[in-house]
């Protein structure tokens, strides 16, 4: 769930992944915006289904500080309230079974049409400005551009659970 989350909110929001580092239950993400502004994504994956608490939160912020990143990231399946008091003192965004933070649908289509195009690079060797339009002789097969197809036609008919669902394709398809 967390692992999921954690792509979506890289894709839509366009960060750059610098580092990724796994340690206990935690994984963080050091990754930059497109105003080279430096985010530490903490996706914590517990074992059970415990809440994360306040301590925790408390040590995210001593590290965001200590390190000087530009904003800060939580990631898990839930939170006790405490520890979303301590989120909102310390201005470190989270996301959580229940809760993800807003996007802008042209957003998450950029972020689909992104992935396309970086998997038409790796394939074909080239980016295209409509992928839809691509004329390749693969292309009547190709899945990068069935996905564009859908995603356009998703994003026109402003039906935001496929577009989320196409970028959970462009992901897989840009690994």
């Known amino acids: 769930m967390s692992e999921t ?82 989120i909102n003192k310390q201005k470190i965004e989270y996301i959580s079974e229940d809760y993800m933070p807003p996007f802008d649908i042209q957003e998450l289509y950029l972020a689909i049409m992104n992935c396309a195009n970086n998997s038409c690079q790796r394939k074909c060797g080239k980016v295209l400005p409509i992928i839809p339009e691509c004329s390749e002789k693969t292309a009547d097969g190709c899945r990068t551009k069935a996905l564009a197809l859908d995603a356009k036609e998703h994003f026109e008919n402003g039906t935001l659970g496929l577009l989320k669902n196409d970028l959970r394709v462009a992901l897989a398809l840009a690994h």
Request: charged share 25%; proline share 2%.
């Open 5 to 86: 989350k954690t792509n979506f909110i890289i894709a839509v929001r366009g960060y750059k992944v610098i580092n990724k580092q796994r340690s206990g239950i935690a994984t963080d993400i050091v990754a930059v915006d497109n105003s080279n502004n430096k985010v530490l994504l903490r996706t914590i994956e517990p074992l059970t289904p415990e809440y994360i608490g306040v301590n925790v939160i408390k040590s995210m912020a001593e590290e965001v500080e200590r390190e000087s990143y530009d904003s800060a990231i939580v990631i898990s399946k839930h939170f006790t309230d405490n520890a979303l008091s301590e």
